[in-house]
């Protein structure tokens, strides 16, 4: 099976570095048996971040290994010790990555080089007791948790950031071009689909430097999925023009320049966005003498159409200086004017509707409650431990909500939901007890400070 070497799209699941559990430790020495709390603090998860490399020009590297984890935090130690911090992780993506959801919203757009995006978040680590020690509560016996890093699956699209586009049918000579008038050195042969990636140079015209993309595969249809030109046609969306390079020496039946670039335009019309786009065409081959007269046959057509039109040969060179000058005063025109701003969005959790800290709706008889707070503070707790029940207790009734309960009607027996559908925690509500906690899959009572109630 071949192995693919450039890829443009791939689909990634990433997955931030759990945090370090807090420990619960009580601090002797000689004379001294409980000189009070001293656990330390656990180190916090890595993360997974996305950072513009302009040495990467493919994501094939994340279409052989498709998951990328960065490393835990590690465990609190006692003598005041915190844990450390596990390893952040960095993957570099070409400039021009747009990163998306499995539904197709748009996370960010990855423009420049060293521009980075944390994908997936690393837990935070949990506090150690030391950290937990206050004056009501001098020598807590408990510690928090460290929570779970972001996980989450994502969609990296590359779009090749390059000024001017070039498109026209296979074996038109833009390869060929793109060799003689950069350093590039693209894969060149006399057959259709020699291309089968992007060829991206660079250009010098006077003291003017721009970047040129061959779009590879385009055909007739290719809007609508055929041949390769549709999986390529995404990157000239951010050329600031566009060059049809037509064949002038085709020997193949049915085909004309004018009948060539009335298709190619055709399939730049139904992709859509590029209709605002100057555009040039380059009459290629005339170093071939039919070719030569076939172009100067057809220019005062083009030239009609409101196109600037350039005679050459990539073979010989010839036209190059003037085509590649004209080129260069398009995309200087494009550099002068403002540019639309594309901003990068790096909250990838959308907030809720309002500004508070929770949320509280009956279903079914049930009152779920959701915010960020206190479904991290469930993530936190150590149900095993009666203290660090109560405290959790302590800080949901801090942020008001017991009180908002009662307000909205909530009975003595009712069930409280905190947390996600498929790891949700429940209280049996009963406003005069501090904490009666237990998780889905837990029995009741196992709390002994309700007892008696």
């Known amino acids: 099976m071949a ?3 450039f890829v443009d799209r791939v689909v990634l699941h990433v997955v931030g570095g759990r945090g370090g559990h807090g420990v619960a430790s009580v601090h002797r020495e000689k004379f001294k048996p409980l000189a009070g709390p001293d656990g330390g603090n656990g180190g916090h998860g890595g993360d997974v971040t996305l950072r513009v490399d302009p040495d990467v020009m493919t994501l094939v590297d994340y279409h052989h290994e498709s998951t990328r984890r ?8 006692g003598d005041h010790r915190a844990g450390a911090n596990g390893a952040s992780i960095v993957l570099s993506v070409p400039d021009g990555t747009i990163v998306s959801t499995l539904e197709g919203d748009v996370l960010a757009d990855l423009v420049g080089a060293g521009t980075e995006l944390v994908v997936a978040a690393g837990g935070r680590g949990g506090l150690g007791n030391a950290a937990l020690a206050s004056k009501s509560r001098k020598a807590p016996g408990f510690a928090l948790l460290g929570e779970a890093g972001d996980e989450r699956t994502i969609v990296l699209e590359l779009k090749v950031v390059a000024d001017v586009g070039l498109v026209g049918y296979p074996s038109a000579g833009k390869s060929s071009l793109v060799a003689a008038i950069s350093r590039a050195r693209p894969k060149i042969a006399d057959y259709p689909f020699t291309t089968l990636v992007p060829s991206l140079g660079v250009v010098t015209a006077g003291e003017m430097t721009y970047t040129v993309a061959d779009v590879p595969g385009l055909i007739e249809g290719a809007s609508d999925g055929r041949g390769l030109g549709h ?22 039946p049915g085909r004309d320049p004018l009948s060539d670039l009335d298709a190619m335009e055709g399939e730049l019309h139904a992709y859509g966005g590029l209709d605002d786009r100057p555009r040039l065409v380059a009459l290629n081959k005339i170093d071939v003498p039919d070719a030569r007269d076939l172009a ?9 159409r409101g196109y600037q039109v350039f005679s050459i040969s990539a073979a010989s060179h010839e036209g190059l200086r003037e085509l590649t000058f004209a080129l260069g005063m398009l995309v200087a025109e494009s550099r002068v004017a403002p540019a639309d701003v594309v901003p990068t969005r790096i909250v990838l959790r959308p907030t809720g509707d309002n500004d508070s800290e929770f949320s509280i709706r009956e279903v079914e ?13 469930i993530k936190q707790t150590d149900f095993g431990n009666d ?3 109560g405290y959790l207790a302590d800080r949901l009734n801090r942020i008001g909500i017991e009180q908002q309960l009662l307000r909205l009607g909530a009975r003595v027996g009712d069930d409280v939901v905190i947390g996600d559908d498929d790891n949700a925690v429940v209280f049996e509500f009963d406003p005069g007890v501090e904490a009666g906690a237990e998780t889905l899959m837990s ?7 309700l007892e008696g109630r």
Not at 443 to 449: L, W
């Open 296 to 304: 100067e046959m057809v220019r005062p057509d083009l030239e009609e």
């Open 231 to 252: 999986d390529f046609l995404r990157h000239i969306e951010r050329c600031a023009a566009v060059l049809h390079v037509i064949d002038c020496a085709t020997i193949e």
């Open 387 to 389: 203290e660090a029940v």
């Open 70 to 77: 960065a490393t835990n935090g590690k465990q609190g130690q």
């Open 365 to 377: 008889g049930r009152w779920h409650v959701r915010g960020e707070k206190p479904q991290r503070w």
């Open 3 to 5: 192995v693919p070497t």
């Open 443 to 449: 029995r009741r009572g196992q709390d002994p400070r």
